[in-house]
């Protein structure tokens, strides 16, 4: 593309992306299995300027044609979902042979870094604040799965890699759920059930570690396992082994929370429990239901937390959002939505 120059820190992205839109590079924020994630500033007429996210395809794989496929579907799929609970995707592009999305650029911290950080304090995460983020990613997952399509039709959307990396947090506290790239959507992305196991192991529902046919249900799973995590600091399935780890998925007895954590009481551990119901029938049939037990038990008492809260508690825990480089009279640089990597 053109874009880069070496520095004595390394390879600077800085240049110019010119398609039906035009976007200034201004660094890279970060680089994975298959793609790449830069700053970049949406330039328009009039000096008008806009600061967002652009993910990229590493030139090696722009001729991987399942990989650009998936890549394309997960831009026409987000493009209309659009929820404050979502990462916003604004437009698909080509430079050359290059795709690259336009995202809603979020500046903070994502869930697995905000996990990392307590335990480098050795901190437990407070109690209310893991159930509020749980619910506010429960309302995205909820209007996901009852999108429907031009003609009315449910889209049948199950984003199936809900884990901390794929769930922000911004500095005002915001959450909000990203990277639908294994997601699936009727008539729109393949989703290969049965053929392959795509997404995060240790994060899976039962069914989608034994290569079922999945729907939102196993997303609710899925987030019961996020929460799981806040409240008790570890993944309960996580193995270095990937098929012990899928045996854990399945079959793993699941300690109560308060084994972990004493403040968790028994109305919390009624709704974790049906959250990790291995019985689809038994589990949340829709992400609606759980959001409003994961709601009201936060606000059964008439005052919980807010965005507010959880801005004023995100920037106490990492200081570095309150500190500006003089250099630059920029905030540091913090990542934002996730790159394409192959599925683990």
Do not use: W
Request: glycine letters at 8%; a neutral charge.
């Amino acid at each position: 593309m053109g874009l880069f120059k070496k520095t004595e820190k390394g390879l600077e992205a800085l240049g110019t992306i010119n398609d039906n839109a035009s976007f200034r590079l201004v660094r890279k924020i970060a680089e994975g299995g298959m793609g790449a994630v830069y700053e970049g500033i949406q330039l328009g007429a009039e000096g008008f300027e806009k600061r967002m996210a652009i993910k990229t395809i590493l030139e090696d794989y722009t001729n991987n044609t399942e990989f650009v496929e998936m890549f394309i579907a997960e831009a026409k799929l987000v493009a209309d979902l659009i929820h404050q609970h979502i990462v916003q995707i604004y437009q698909l592009g080509k430079n050359g042979k290059q795709y690259y999305m336009a995202m809603e650029y979020i500046h903070g911290v994502n869930l697995e870094q905000f996990i990392d950080r307590h335990h480098q304090y050795k901190k437990r995460i407070p109690t209310e604040l893991c159930v509020y983020i749980a619910s506010r990613i429960a309302r995205g997952l909820d209007y996901a799965h009852k999108k429907r399509g031009p003609t009315g039709d449910l889209l049948g959307i199950v984003h199936r890699d809900v884990s901390p990396k794929n769930i922000m947090i911004e500095t005002e506290g915001v959450c909000k759920l990203t990277d639908f790239g294994i997601a699936k959507a009727r008539h729109l992305m393949r989703d290969r059930e049965g053929e392959i196991l795509m997404g995060k192991v240790q994060y899976m529902s039962p069914e989608q570690a034994a290569f079922e046919q999945t729907d939102g249900r196993s997303d609710v799973f899925s987030l019961g396992v996020v929460l799981y995590e806040l409240l008790a600091g570890r993944n309960i399935f996580a193995d270095d082994d990937t098929l012990v780890c899928i045996e854990n998925v399945q079959k793993k007895p699941i300690p109560p929370i308060s084994h972990y954590n004493p403040n968790v009481d028994d109305d919390l551990q009624r709704v974790m429990d049906k959250l990790l119901e291995r019985d689809r029938a038994k589990r949340y049939q829709d992400a609606g239901d759980a959001a409003k037990d994961l709601e009201y038990y936060i606000y059964k008492g008439g005052v919980g937390p807010t965005f507010n809260t959880l801005s004023d508690y995100l920037q106490t825990l990492f200081p570095e959002f309150r500190q500006v480089t003089k250099a630059t009279n920029k905030l540091p640089p913090k990542p934002v939505s996730p790159i394409p990597t192959r599925a683990q």
